[in-house]
């Protein structure tokens, strides 16, 4: 779309014609323990161009991504940075070389500050050797100024969203300078503001004739942004196109070798009785006023930018931080829910936003990450666990959602970002929840799974369960939801029907 | 289950084989055996290991530390520390033995409370124990201050409670009954001693409970993400209090083993016993940061330590010496153990 623009704008954009790549990899093969990670792939990356990784969730891409940035040594295969062999020593050492990465899962010290965490090992130094906290406040300053940030930069990283976080590791890896910059699935826990924001980053990157791989399960990103595009399949290199020759359908074919449904249609289902019901709901400084009902069989989606109070007000009805003011009803009867264990008792699920800091687990196995929470309340005889049982279920649970894995006993920290996922989403299927909550129950999750997700939730609001669901992606929450909240800087701004709903409406409502 | 129907569409290289992580610190401790023997055989020209008494006490020598060892796993598991099972020994042992003292004392604790049954006076200590632990437990989950600095004031209290308790006499003459406790039987030839047998029983009552109750389950939960484990619905506070009231009440007891083989009860009892038990977890492969720890583990870094004693008395080196190397020795077996680990990890 803007190709034209930019590739005028930015002759370093053609360095293609004279055959130079960028960045060159070639036959790279990746074992791990009991998987071939990567099995003699390759890729090639221009200057002034963004490259998009595609595959399902597991295909090796992070993988991929963590060879060129020198997390991993590959098996074998050769490497070429700016036509030159290459052999990266470390991540210290990729760095060096200019190849930055921003992670699938944030990877910032949460009890310093915004400028602590950018500057980290870079930080400017007065005469005596100590840390010149105002240059490196002002250096934060021009970087953000530079981006179009606007964060803070003395705040603890602890404070901010998942979101705003994820725009520190942004601009933490544009302060590098690099000439290649990888980002893997920057997006998935952006609202479609910070995405256009990122995507004016990019842009102006492709200009300074940086290379960048750009790792996404998002389609229309891909057409959006991506000026070339590899595919990945189950650790093979499928093909290299450019975004302009191929379409959605190509895409997916390619990905996932089979035919699928690419978005599922939600089913019609008769409507019950109210199940949850927040009444003036106040979290001091967060939000105020909230008021809400789920009904059973009801999937209530909930729309707003970042920063808005949504996922916040999910965790005070799940009791994470008790709410300050108002009240919360289940089924008809006055609830104090004052912790995640009160809120389980009464048939409550709540999915988190970030899977690494309140999801996973990572030192334990995959087994033992589904069946964390349905413990409390089931498959425990006498103190002891019924592991036999819960095995045979949570693999067939596991399986319902195609988590990919050699064996249940697996550690969870050496599954794919997007498998991950899916064991969450295991573990509170598993409890078999009344109400249920989502927060970004999608995200990182490649289309195919993606589908059979969707079809999950529609099928369990079709037994009665109230369903609560927050997601960034407005395709999602307008496909899935009957009813949508919007919320505005911690305030209900209005609700919207299935039937009235749009993209724009919401938008209004989002943005006030 | 088998793999295949859960790798679906992965690149599976057929199943793999997971040794369990004990395996490589087992192999540490062969290696330092096998070193005593010929040392052995060079230096003093007899065995090592072919001396059953000598088998015998090891175990016994440990056997105290083993118990505190089990219970500092759990804590230690749920990215906890426990500084004050030393001074709960202490503690115990003076409060078990002052109630089993015989009337032929003329200068007994309790002069109108002696010639009991025993079991008065290993309730006791039990009791001690479990009470000091919840105290530590309730500390760390309602003030949430940190367990370093929670057990360390139990630590250095515990400790001055034993010497206040008889302004640091010590209790002895006790009665046969309780000191019973304490004694060796000969099993099939083999003489086993009693804390030998109690540290084997709670050894294999705690990996039991870690690995198979939902008691297990939270415990490693709460160490390896308590964010994650509260979202789980898991109640953090209760449950630690829970895991230090074990380690305390392992603590009491290891106290009334410890009173019933000196048959007294002395304040001193236990000093440093913290440290011994601390490296014991850590050698067996229990992590600091939390999460990661077994009782098998434990129970081979136990007897690695035990191992040590033994064969530097053995060898006749010196007791500085000993010290010396024994530091040395923990350090190394750590390093070599992560090692390995790291290496399966990467592969
Ligand atoms: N450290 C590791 N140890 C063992 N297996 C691993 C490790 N890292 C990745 N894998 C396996 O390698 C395969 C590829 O994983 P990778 O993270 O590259 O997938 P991905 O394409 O990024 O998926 P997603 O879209 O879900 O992020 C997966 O099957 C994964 O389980
Ligand atoms: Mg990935």
């Known amino acids: 779309m803007q190709d034209t623009g930019t590739m005028e704008a930015a002759p370093a954009g053609g360095a293609a014609v004279d055959g130079g790549y960028l960045l060159e990899v070639e036959n790279v093969r990746k074992e791990f323990p009991g998987v071939v990670a990567l099995d003699n792939v390759q890729l090639r990356l221009k200057r002034g161009s963004v490259h998009a990784l595609m595959g399902e969730n597991g295909a090796g891409k992070s993988t991929l991504m963590k060879i060129v940035a020198g997390i991993y040594t590959p098996d074998s295969g050769s490497f070429k940075l700016r036509g030159e062999d290459i052999k990266l020593r470390g991540p210290l050492d990729a760095l060096e070389h200019g190849i930055a990465m921003i992670h699938q899962e944030l990877n910032l010290m949460a009890p310093m500050t915004v400028a602590e965490n950018i500057w980290i090992r870079r930080e400017p130094t007065s005469r005596f050797g100590f840390i010149d906290h105002g240059e490196m406040r002002r250096k934060t300053v021009a970087l ?105 359908d190509d895409i997916i074919h390619m990905m996932v070798g089979r035919e699928i449904t690419q978005m599922f249609p939600k089913e019609e289902v008769p409507i019950g009785d109210v199940v949850l019901s927040a009444k003036g709901l106040t979290l001091k400084g967060v939000f105020t006023d909230v008021s809400f009902d789920v009904r059973a069989g009801e999937i209530l989606g909930i729309a707003g930018l970042v920063g808005s109070g949504r996922s916040n007000i999910a965790e005070t009805i799940f009791g994470v931080t008790p709410a300050d003011g108002g009240t919360i009803e289940l089924f008809g009867k006055t609830v104090r829910i004052d912790s995640p264990a009160t809120a389980m008792k009464h048939g409550m699920a709540f999915l988190t936003e970030d899977r690494k800091e309140t999801g996973c687990f990572l030192l334990l196995d995959i087994q033992e990450n589904t069946q964390m929470a349905v413990l409390q309340s089931g498959y425990v005889k006498n ?45 509170w299927l598993l409890t078999r ?70 993209q724009v409406k919401i938008m209004e409502l989002a943005s006030h | ?42 230096f003093v020209g007899d065995s090592f290991l072919a001396n059953k008494q000598r088998l015998s006490i090891i175990i016994l020598q440990v056997s105290v530390i083993g118990i505190i060892a089990v219970g500092v796993t759990q804590v230690i598991i749920t ?29 007994a604790v309790y002069p109108s409370l002696t010639d009991m049954s025993p079991i008065w006076a290993i309730l006791a200590g039990l009791g001690v ?81 870690l690995g198979y109750t939902r008691y297990g389950k939270f415990t490693y939960a709460i160490g390896a993400n308590p964010q994650a484990a509260r979202v789980s619905g898991i109640n953090i506070g209760g449950h630690l209090i829970k895991v ?24 001193g009892m236990g000093v440093a016993y913290e440290l011994d038990a601390i490296a014991a977890a850590v050698i067996g492969g229990t992590s600091l ?25 053995f060898l006749k080196v010196g007791a500085y010496y000993q010290e010396i190397i024994k530091g040395i020795i923990i350090v190394a077996a750590v390093i070599i153990d992560q090692h390995r680990q790291n290496k399966r990890k990467k592969a």
């Not at chain 1, 649970?397 to 550690?411: G, H, N, W």
């Not at chain 1, 993606?450 to 369960?465: F, N, P, Y």
């Not at chain 2, 989950?141 to 308790?165: D, E, H, N, Q």
């Open chain 1, 144 to 248: 953000f100024k530079r981006l179009n940030i606007d964060i803070d930069p003395d705040i603890q990283v602890g404070t901010l969203s998942v979101a705003s976080r994820q725009m520190v590791e942004i601009a933490k890896a544009v302060s590098y300078e690099s000439d290649v910059l990888i980002m893997d699935e920057p997006t998935s826990a952006l609202t479609e503001r910070e995405v256009d924001h990122l995507f004016t980053i990019i842009r102006a990157l492709r200009e300074q004739g940086k290379g960048i791989i750009y790792i996404t399960h998002k389609m229309n990103e891909l057409f959006e942004i991506a000026d070339e595009c590899s595919v990945f399949r189950d650790g093979k290199y499928i093909a290299t196109k450019a975004s302009t020759e191929v379409t959605r």
């Open chain 2, 289 to 313: 940061s939390g999460g990661v720890g077994r009782i098998t583990g434990t129970v081979i870094g136990t007897i690695i330590l035990g191992v040590l004693t033994s064969g530097f008395t």
């Open chain 2, 129 to 209: 124990g479990l009470l000091a632990g919840m105290v530590n437990g309730s500390l760390i989950a309602r003030t949430k201050i940190p367990p370093f600095i929670a057990t360390l004031g139990m630590m250095v209290s515990a400790r001055g409670l034993a010497k206040w308790y008889t302004l640091g006499q010590p209790v002895a003459l006790l009665d046969e009954s309780f000191t019973w406790f304490g004694k060796s039987f000969n099993i099939m030839g083999f003489p086993l001693p009693l804390p030998v047998i109690v540290f084997l029983l709670v050894a294999v009552i705690f990996h039991i409970a």
């Open chain 2, 1 to 42: 289950m088998s793999t295949n129907e859960i790798a679906g569409s992965a690149n599976v290289i057929g199943s793999k084989k997971r040794l369990p992580p004990e395996v490589s610190i087992l192999g540490v401790l062969i290696g330092i055996a096998i070193v005593f023997e010929i040392l052995g055989w060079i």
């Open chain 2, 244 to 267: 230090y009231a074990i380690a305390g009440l392992l603590s009491g007891l290891a106290g009334v083993m410890t009173a019933a083989r000196a048959a007294s009860g002395q304040p």
């Open chain 2, 79 to 107: 990215a906890g520390v426990d500084l004050s099972s030393g001074s709960v020994v202490g503690l115990a042992a003076m409060v078990a033995a002052s109630l089993a003292q015989t009337s032929a004392n003329p200068r």
């Open chain 1, 433 to 502: 929840p009344k109400i249920l909550i989502l927060d970004e129950p999608t995200r990182g999750i490649d289309v195919g799974a993606k589908a059979e997700i969707h079809r999950l939730i529609s099928k369990l609001a079709g037994q009665g369960v109230g369903v609560i669901m927050i997601s960034s992606e407005m395709p999602e929450v307008l496909g899935m939801s009957d009813r949508i909240m919007v919320v505005h800087e911690g305030r209900v701004t209005g609700f919207l029907d299935r039937a009235e709903a749009s």
């Open chain 1, 383 to 427: 103190g002891f666990v019924q592991q036999k049982q819960l095995g045979t279920d949570s693999v067939e649970i596991s399986q319902a959602l195609r988590v990919k894995t050699p064996d249940m006993a697996e550690p969870i920290i050496n599954l794919s970002g997007g498998n991950q996922q899916k064991v969450l989403i295991a573990r």
